[in-house]
């Protein structure tokens, strides 16, 4: 495994609601990290969806602002993504992302898809 492990995607209702997890190495989880989630759907560019700041904020894209929680439990070394009222245009795979001394890291992915 990598330092970046996710679970927790699928098939999802529109107007449903995900919840993604991040299992983040010890080595890399800092409060002063950043980190967050991205997501790439077919054909187009990978987007952020919602960070964490070096100073502890949190940021959202404009897309799931109202919707979407980002948070992070540091006992545990996992950081989490909550969305609601999901939209066609919140498929995707989604990735999380730590960037620490200069280094960025990546999971593997997480595929969320809309069940028929």
């Known amino acids: 495994q990598g330092p970046l492990v996710e679970s927790g995607g699928g098939l999802v209702q529109p107007g449903g609601s995900l919840s993604l997890s991040c299992i983040i190495s010890?080595?890399?989880?800092?409060?002063?990290?950043?980190m967050g989630w991205y997501r790439q759907a077919p054909g187009k560019e990978r987007e952020l969806v919602a960070t964490?700041?070096?100073?502890?904020?949190?940021t959202y894209a404009d897309s799931v602002k109202g919707r979407c929680t980002i948070s992070r439990d540091t006992l545990t070394n996992t950081m989490y993504l909550q969305m609601n009222s999901l939209k066609p245009g919140d498929m995707g795979v989604y990735y999380c992302?730590?960037?620490?001394?200069?280094?960025?890291?990546w999971g593997q992915g997480t595929q969320v898809t809309a069940s028929p």
């Open positions: 964490f700041t070096s100073g502890g904020g949190r």
């Open positions: 010890q080595d890399i989880f800092s409060r002063h990290a950043l």
């Open positions: 992302n730590v960037q620490h001394n200069g280094m960025v890291y």
